[in-house]
Every structure is written in structure tokens, then in C-alpha cells.
């Protein structure tokens, strides 16, 4: 799970703080997966080490929010538009990327959605090619196979119900977080649609 | 060596305001000894541009072309005839004639053919064979068979022959998964062997067995997967 592009996801809707990013992180994946308000707070400070986010003046209350940045939105972009390799995932960075995906601005779900799918199919084909391979008749390596592939078929059975449901009730309206005052940064133009949209990954 | 081209293929029903654009501008190719699969979801125009492929529809705009013959230009007679010899189809309603026994089933596009009876059944029982069907199983109607052996019958028949091009609509229908898996294998077979092989399915276990996949969405190609291997050895196998 990925807390870096996580957070930059929810940024993207507009400057928040750390307990907004902690609350609007487990609202958008269901509180499935709890996030400690210290990994935050380490994380925002290496995205700002990056320059990926930067920081903001501090509101009245001491709160800290923190902004995306343009190289910050191109990384979010890369992510968004790089399918994540079986091998390589912790297994539920997908349905967090998707989750943030539905309620990030400007991203284009269909093309995240696609970009898995046919990611995933490519997989699904080298199992396949793998299992048909009589050279190895290890049954135990075939069954090992088949939970693979059979995982594979579950992630785009999952991916098309998404899609469709995404096409038939179209996008959530994200309310914006609420507006942090440290009277002192007019143009913050905290909910903007992002200056460079995220479809340029194209 | 390119058994199927589809050049700028269009495919629209009706006109006017009623107008269905069920294929819209699509090119594909399909070399010997690959099997290319079609994804897509329901209504985006898979079994348009496989029934385009097969010659048993025709295109409102573009070119068809299988083994250098463009479709359109071929009177009934002869499409009727490239249709029988070199394109194989199986679809998910296995399409049997009930009133014939499965051995005359699988033989059914050799006797259209003109070929001779006794012939014909020798070819449609190796076939059945194939397939994995039993002999004893030969002369019964398709319905006293199960639905695994009746699309095997189907399959049987799509592959008898020298047919070049197999064209599959969701070939596997309502059958178990290790059934549904075993016709799959033979469609992998008969690609390696150096058919051109199109198959529409919606189900990506399925899609897993081709060397690529084509997207469909609303009647368009939206994305198309690169081969897993080098076309040249696509090609050695082939041969
Ligand atoms: N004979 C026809 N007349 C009018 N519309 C048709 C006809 N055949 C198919 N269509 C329409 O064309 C589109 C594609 O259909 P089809 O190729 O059967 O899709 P799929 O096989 O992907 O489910 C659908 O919108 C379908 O309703
Ligand atoms: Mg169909």
C-alpha cells in the first residue's frame, strides 16, 4: 500500500492538514486500512523534502496544511497511469489506487481501469502459457498456477463491475475539505481544478 | 503469412436517427497460428466484427479480407464455398442440426462440399476423435449428449478439414470450467498448428490462452495487447 501516492491523491482535491488526510484517506478506502497519524506526518515531511507537496502558513488553530506541486501531480499522474504487476503488489494498493482514482479530480477512470485490465491479462496470458506447458507435469506447480490465474480472473471480473458501475452512476461530487483559515494566503484557491490535469499522462 | 485483415471496417444497422453504429472503423489482422482474443462488454460489437470476419455479414464500409480474397467481391456461390472449406465457426448455442446424428453433424460442411458420404463420416469420426469424443457416442442425436459433448461436437466441426481461419463467439457457453477449459485447448491447438484462430469471450481465464487481446468498446478498438511472442516465431509455428 502506498501512503506517498495515497496522500498526494487526496491533495489533489485541494490543501488539507494531517488529520483531514488521515480522515478523507479512510473515507475513501471504507476504514479498511487504519493509517496512523505519525506515518503521515513522516510522509507529508518526505514528500515536502521532494518537493512534491510544500508547506503552507499555520492556521490559527496550529494546523499545518500542505499544498501539491506540480512535480508532485506529474508523480501522482505516473501513478495513476502505471498498472501495478501482480508479482510485485501488495495486494491491495489496487483497490486504494481505484478508490482514490473515483473521487481524485481530473483523473480519467475508465483509462486507469483499461491500463490494469489489459496489465492484467498479460499476466493472466504468461500463467496460462506457463500451465500449458507439458514439459512440467508438477502438479502442485500447476495448482499454484491456477490460484494465479484464477486470482487474475477475479481482479478483471472486478475491474469490468467497476467500470460499469462507474459508466452507469458516473462520479461521486467530492465536496472539497473545509477551508482551513490562517488569514494570510488569499490566493491558496484551496479546490481549483489542478492547472496541469491529469490526463496529459496520455 | 496474414489469414484475416479487417481494413476500416464499419458495421451500421438502420438509418438515420434509428442508426445502430455496431462496428464502427475497425483493423485488425490475424497472422497464421495465432489466436487473438475479442473482450469487451455486452453490446460493444464482438459478435458483429466476428461474424464480419467469417463472411456472414457484410460490412457497410471497409474491407474484409481473408487469404488475400477481399469478401465483398465474391459472388454468394463462392464466399458460400470459402465459408465451408477454410472458416471454422463455433458459437455458444453449439448450433447443431437435431434431426442429424453427431457424426453427420461434425461431417455436415464436407457433404455440403460435395464430398461423398462414406468419406465424410471417415474425416468427421477422426475429428470427433480429435476432440475427445468417444466413437460410441457418433450416432447419436445432439439430444442425447451432454452439453460438453455437444460443443465438442460443435468444435469438431468448425475444425474438420483444412480450415484456416476459427472464429469463436463465447465457444464455451454454459459448460463447467474444466470443460470450458478443454475447448479452449483444442481452438490452442489448432492455432499452433497454424490456423488463424478469433475468439470472443468475456472471460479473461479464457483470454489468457490467446497471444493477444482486442478491446471493444461501443462498437470501436480501444486497445490492443502486443503479442506475447515475436511474430517471426508465430510464424515458424506455422509453418
Ligand atoms: N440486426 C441488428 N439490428 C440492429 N442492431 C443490431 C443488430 N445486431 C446487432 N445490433 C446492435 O449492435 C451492437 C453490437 O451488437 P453485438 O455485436 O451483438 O455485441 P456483443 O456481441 O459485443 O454483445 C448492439 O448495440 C446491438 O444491439
Ligand atoms: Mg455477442
Not at chain 1, 452512476?169 to 492547472?195: C, I, K, Q
Not at chain 2, 465424410?120 to 445432439?142: H, M, Q, T
Not at chain 2, 480450415?163 to 490452442?188: C, F, I, M
Amino acid at each position: 500500500m502506498s501512503v506517498k501516492h495515497s496522500l498526494l491523491a487526496l491533495l489533489e482535491r485541494g490543501p488539507a492538514y494531517g488529520y483531514q488526510l488521515r480522515a478523507a484517506f479512510e473515507g475513501a478506502t471504507g476504514s479498511t486500512w487504519p493509517l496512523n497519524i505519525g506515518q503521515v506526518y513522516t510522509t507529508l515531511s518526505r514528500l515536502e523534502r521532494d518537493e512534491m507537496v510544500e508547506a503552507l502558513p499555520e492556521n490559527d488553530s496550529g494546523q499545518r496544511p500542505y499544498r501539491i506541486t506540480e512535480s508532485g501531480r506529474r508523480h501522482l499522474a505516473g501513478w495513476f497511469a502505471s498498472p501495478i504487476r501482480a508479482a510485485d503488489r501488495p495486494r491491495d494498493e489496487l483497490t486504494i489506487k481505484l478508490a482514490l482514482a473515483v473521487t481524485t479530480p481530473g483523473v480519467d477512470v475508465a483509462d486507469v481501469i483499461q491500463r490494469q485490465r489489459a496489465a492484467t491479462l498479460r499476466t493472466l496470458q504468461e500463467y496460462t502459457r506457463l500451465k500449458a506447458d507439458d514439459e512440467r507435469p508438477d502438479l502442485a506447480w500447476k495448482l499454484v498456477l491456477e490460484s494465479m490465474i484464477f486470482k487474475a480472473e477475479a481482479e478483471v471480473r472486478w475491474l469490468d463491475h467497476t467500470e460499469a458501475i462507474v459508466a452507469r452512476a458516473g462520479l461521486p461530487a467530492v465536496p472539497p475539505f473545509e477551508p482551513y483559515d490562517d488569514g494570510a494566503e488569499p490566493s491558496a484557491a484551496p479546490f481549483a481544478t489542478p492547472s496541469v490535469p491529469i490526463e496529459e499522462k496520455r | 503469412m496474414t489469414v484475416l485483415q479487417m481494413q476500416g471496417v464499419n458495421r451500421v444497422h438502420g438509418e438515420g436517427d434509428n442508426a445502430v453504429h455496431a462496428l464502427v472503423n475497425a483493423d485488425l489482422s490475424v497472422e497464421a497460428g495465432e489466436l487473438v482474443a475479442i473482450m469487451g462488454p455486452s453490446g460493444s460489437g464482438k459478435s458483429t466484427l466476428l461474424n464480419l470476419a467469417g463472411g456472414l455479414d457484410a460490412p457497410t464500409g471497409g474491407d474484409v479480407i481473408v487469404e488475400g480474397t477481399v469478401l465483398a467481391t465474391l459472388s454468394k456461390k463462392r464466399l458460400a464455398a470459402l465459408r465451408r472449406r477454410h472458416i471454422g465457426y463455433v458459437f455458444q448455442d453449439y448450433n447443431l442440426v437435431p434431426s442429424l446424428t453427431i457424426a453427420e453433424n461434425a461431417a455436415l460442411p464436407l457433404e455440403l462440399d460435395g464430398m461423398s458420404v462414406a468419406k465424410a463420416r471417415r474425416i468427421a469420426l477422426a475429428s470427433l476423435e480429435e476432440v475427445g469424443l468417444d466413437a460410441k457416442l457418433a450416432d447419436r442425436f445432439p439430444d442425447e449428449v451432454s452439453g460438453g459433448q455437444a460443443q465438442r461436437t460443435a468444435i469438431a466441426r468448425a475444425l474438420i478439414g483444412e480450415r484456416r481461419l476459427v472464429l469463436a463467439d463465447e465457444p464455451t457457453g454454459a459448460l463447467d470450467s474444466a470443460t470450458g477449459e478443454d475447448v479452449l485447448k483444442l481452438l490452442r491447438r489448432r492455432c499452433d498448428e497454424g490456423a488463424a484462430g478469433l475468439l470472443v469471450t468475456h472471460d479473461a481465464r479464457h483470454a489468457g490462452w490467446a497471444d493477444r487481446v482486442v478491446f471493444l468498446r461501443d462498437g470501436r478498438i480501444v486497445d490492443s495487447s502486443a503479442p506475447l511472442d515475436e511474430p517471426e516465431s508465430l510464424l515458424e509455428r506455422a509453418e
